[in-house]
């Protein structure tokens, strides 16, 4: 009989104990896969005595999650706790240290402090793999970093945040606001009581410094990632935009240029005839350009207990497996510092909307000011009648800072009414 393979879980909440059910259902075919047994020997999690539908009757338990590093009988700690710091971090540091297998759903944890933790587990010679901290059941690190490992990735991008794509799919398909959505969410469980990691796109901004460091070998750099949410988005940008043939989509988005990394979150105008923009619900999907291999879209569930733990539990079968592949793709120290494209460097095509007096000459002051930033327009339409008028234009490609540059000038002006708002539109 070979030896077993031995998991310490810390963290019994949807994710830790959706990882026991899963071991507990298939446990024969985790051992023919892994060529081993694939055994819990030891869990925590604060409250020993809450009814989690699951039976801990077999396994070791442990008040103090750091204690999982030190037992003889655990081979590989799973980390299902959560938080950048604390006693998810605590516990990672031991565990390599330890010489433990470590895997982790913990995406803020591997946003700050995934460098140091790839380090210490290529010191320690063991397994560091956080598959289902990125977009949840999606197989989308292990696709890049092993499947795409022969291609120069040039762009990756996707929908990886579930309740914000919930939100405005739900806003496009029923006309309700975004306060009405976000409580429809909260109330069906896609959306935390505190939703401003999600709508703020901080979620998204920790998954794609991740993904980015994966794709193009850099190291990871959160701190680099442009972030803003969705609660500025409003139900006429999105019947605007759908008249305008796009969806609005919080899109996360990583490029390579010769300049700089870019990364960014940011609500965006996509061509609503296309996989990013068809996209509804909690589903969530990443793209890859390759150059040798082209466009390769990953799409599925990107949260909840089955499709994280699924992740979870194909690491654990890697590292059963004697598979150590390095954490980001190639070793730590052939990671490369990239500088930071700067902000007004990007361009793109834009949507703007001003609020109008409807007064003679408004129009065209507008278009003056656009012109003297150096911001052509495509295309432009007033919606309806009334004081202030929504008027909204499309412009050609355009840089950032001339965006920002005219949206200042124009908010400025008598005739603005309220804030200007500008939109990304992103060919995907
Ligand atoms: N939920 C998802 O769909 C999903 C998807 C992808 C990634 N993730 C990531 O997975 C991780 C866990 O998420 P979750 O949704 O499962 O969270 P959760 O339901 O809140 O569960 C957290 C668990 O951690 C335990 N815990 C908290 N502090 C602890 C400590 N000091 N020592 C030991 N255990 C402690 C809690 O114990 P008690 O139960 O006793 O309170 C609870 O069991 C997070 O990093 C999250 O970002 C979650």
């Known amino acids: 009989m070979s030896t077993p393979f031995r998991l310490g879980i810390a963290g019994l909440g949807t994710v830790g104990a959706g990882v026991v059910k899963i071991v507990q259902a298939h446990g024969a075919a985790l051992a023919a896969k892994a060529g081993r047994p694939v055994e819990i020997t030891a869990v925590s999690a604060r409250n020993r005595g809450l009814d989690r539908g699951i039976d801990l009757s077999p396994f070791g338990w442990e008040d103090d999650a750091t204690r999982l590093a030190r037992r003889d009988d655990v081979d590989c700690v799973v980390e299902a706790i959560g938080g950048a710091g604390g006693p998810a971090r605590a516990l990672a ?17 591997i946003a700050h402090h995934g460098h140091e933790l790839a380090e210490a587990a290529e010191a320690a010679g063991v397994a560091l793999r956080f598959e289902a901290a990125v977009a949840g059941g999606i197989p989308v690190l292990k696709g890049i970093g092993e499947g795409l490992a022969a291609n120069a990735i040039s762009r990756i991008f996707g929908v990886l945040n579930g309740t914000c794509n919930y939100i405005l799919s739900e806003m496009e398909a029923t006309g309700a606001d975004y306060a009405d959505v976000l409580a429809e969410a909260q109330r069906l469980g896609y959306a935390e009581a505190d939703p401003s990691f999600d709508v703020g796109g901080i979620d998204a901004a920790h998954k794609l410094a991740i993904l980015a460091a994966m ?4 190291r990871i750099d959160f701190d680099g990632v442009v972030t803003e949410g969705i609660e500025r988005i409003t139900l006429a940008d999105i019947r605007t935009a759908r008249d305008m043939g796009y969806s609005i989509k919080l899109l996360a988005l990583a490029r390579m240029h010769d300049s700089g990394l870019e990364q960014r979150v940011r609500p965006c105008m996509v061509p609503e005839k296309t996989p990013i923009g068809a996209l509804a619900g ?6 890859a350009e390759g150059d040798f291999v082209g466009q390769c879209i990953f799409t599925g569930p990107g949260a909840g207990a089955g499709p994280t733990a699924s992740a979870i539990l194909a690491d654990v079968l890697d590292a059963a497996r004697g598979h150590l592949s390095p954490a980001f793709g190639r070793p730590a120290a052939c990671l490369t510092a990239a500088p930071r494209l700067q902000h007004g460097e990007e361009h793109s095509p834009y949507y703007l909307r001003f609020m109008l007096a409807d007064r003679p000459g408004a129009l065209a002051s507008i278009a003056s000011a656009l012109g003297e930033a150096g911001v052509s327009i495509h295309r432009m339409r007033q919606y309806g009648q009334g004081d202030p008028v929504p008027v909204v234009i499309e412009t050609h490609d355009a840089r950032r800072d001339a965006i920002d540059a005219a949206l200042i000038a124009i908010a400025a002006l008598p005739v603005s009414m309220a804030p200007p708002v500008a939109i990304r539109i992103e060919e995907v």
């Not at 794709?215 to 850099?218: E, L, M, N, S, Y």
């Not at 909690?282 to 793209?287: C, D, G, H, I, P």
């Open 282 to 287: 909690v589903t969530n999907a990443v793209v």
């Open 215 to 218: 794709a193009f070998g850099t």
């Open 93 to 109: 540091e031991q565990a390599l240290a330890a010489g433990k297998h470590l895997v982790t759903a913990n995406k803020a944890l």
